[in-house]
């Protein structure tokens, strides 16, 4: 067995979309980044990486290169999870929490969980998608920026 945990936090800007595990959100801001700035998938990537010992997602995925300019998180979590299983490991479960103040993540947590589980190979129970604010403190509390933390276990199945 092995664990590994990630965290991610992007700012919130005017004009761009709002994408949160693959979910599209309706809100007035969105998170600013080189891909589609899933702050929630990012979080679940760096955790896959840290428990394959594989590094960490700006490693693996450099915002400087043009290729993943734009792109869908899920298809790095994709690519992330190729990465893992070619290691030998296959995903036990997953545990994540967004830390934003608005709007709320409740009503959007179970298609969050199938997208995630439809890419990692696993079931939606497995994947389990809290949201919590700040309590209107600090940046996330000021509405500046979402962050999300996540914790994977890995089994070794080679
Ligand atoms: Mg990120």
């Not at 992007?10 to 959100?25: C, P």
């Not at 939606?124 to 500046?144: F, H, R, S, V, Y």
Request: glycine share 12%; charged share 20%.
């Amino acid at each position: 067995m092995r664990i590994g945990m990630g965290y991610d936090v992007h700012r919130l800007v005017k004009g761009r979309d709002l994408v949160l595990g693959g979910v599209a959100i309706p809100y007035e801001k969105g998170l600013l980044g080189h891909s589609d700035a899933d702050v929630l998938l990012h979080a679940l990537c760096d955790a896959l990486f840290g428990a394959a010992g594989l590094g960490d997602i700006g490693r693996r995925f450099p915002d400087t290169d043009p290729a993943y300019k734009g792109i869908e998180s899920l298809k790095l979590l994709t690519r992330t999870y190729e990465m893992v299983r070619g290691r030998g490991f296959t995903l036990v479960n997953a545990d994540a929490t967004v830390f934003a103040q608005e709007p709320k993540i409740g009503p959007y947590h179970r298609q969050m969980a199938q997208n995630i589980a439809a890419v990692l190979d696993s079931t939606p129970e497995c994947i389990n998608i809290k949201a919590t604010t700040t309590e209107g403190l600090g940046m996330i509390g000021a509405g500046d920026g979402i962050a999300a933390m996540a914790v994977v276990l890995l089994e070794n199945t080679i």
